[in-house]
């Protein structure tokens, strides 16, 4: 297994320049990882910098606090789509109205940004670290009933990013719905990255996608895996 193809190279802190989105994608194309991670604003950029590449450009929106109006996430999903061509859109749900119980509210949320992204794919970011266990399964029900295609962990800017014990949770249920896991926040090295996806990540996003590439290919005894 090479763990490059699961890997989306991530930045999206606030202080981002130009200069590191190029960096970014350089980096996401010499060592063939699957795709990128930005803000908007650099959604386009991205796709001009790997179009042709084979790597996916993904944006997020309602980031990070997913307290925003749905009209607002899903304009932003259709913008970044028809303008910026990004190939995914990874969402953060409303966490509040998930915690209040109203979860008519969080698969209209969800469904306003399935429809605004078609025929991408939209991963709804849970924010695990916010959640029970019990929510943590609720709300992979609500992501499967709005029409998305992943459960994601988590932003990376709340109080703890992915823990194996919660992608467990997550792969077990989104295996019964049909939908798939992606684990991103705290991953920084290869024997991390190799747990998830052994517990059933199917996407890994983070920041440090060349470190674990390095280090698999120092724990393999060779070069970079193709």
Request: charged fraction near 25%.
């Amino acid at each position: 297994m090479s763990i490059a193809k699961y890997l989306e190279h991530t930045l999206l802190k606030p202080e981002a320049t130009v200069t590191d989105i190029i960096k970014l994608c350089a980096e996401a194309k010499e060592y063939n990882l699957g795709g990128v991670c930005v803000n908007t604003c650099y959604a386009g950029l991205a796709h001009q910098l790997l179009k042709g590449t084979g790597v996916k450009v993904v944006t997020v929106v309602g980031f990070p606090l997913g307290a925003d109006r749905s009209e607002v996430k899903a304009l932003a999903t259709k913008l970044a789509l028809e303008e910026d061509h990004v190939d995914e859109v990874d969402m953060v749900m409303n966490i509040g109205a998930l915690k209040s119980g109203n979860f008519d509210a969080v698969v209209d949320d969800i469904a306003a940004v399935v429809e605004a992204a078609k025929p991408c794919a939209v991963k709804v970011i849970i924010e695990t670290c916010l959640l029970t266990d019990e929510e943590k399964v609720v709300a992979c029900g609500l992501v499967a009933k709005g029409g998305a295609a992943f459960v994601k962990t988590s932003t990376g800017f709340s109080k703890g990013g992915a823990t194996l014990g919660d992608v467990e949770i997550l792969a077990r249920e989104a295996k019964r719905l049909g939908i798939s896991v992606k684990a991103a926040g705290g991953i920084r090295d290869y024997e991390t990255a190799k747990a998830m996806v052994e517990a059933g990540a199917d996407r890994i996003g983070t920041s440090a996608g060349v470190a674990i590439c390095l280090d698999e290919a120092k724990a393999m005894g060779g070069g970079l895996p193709k």
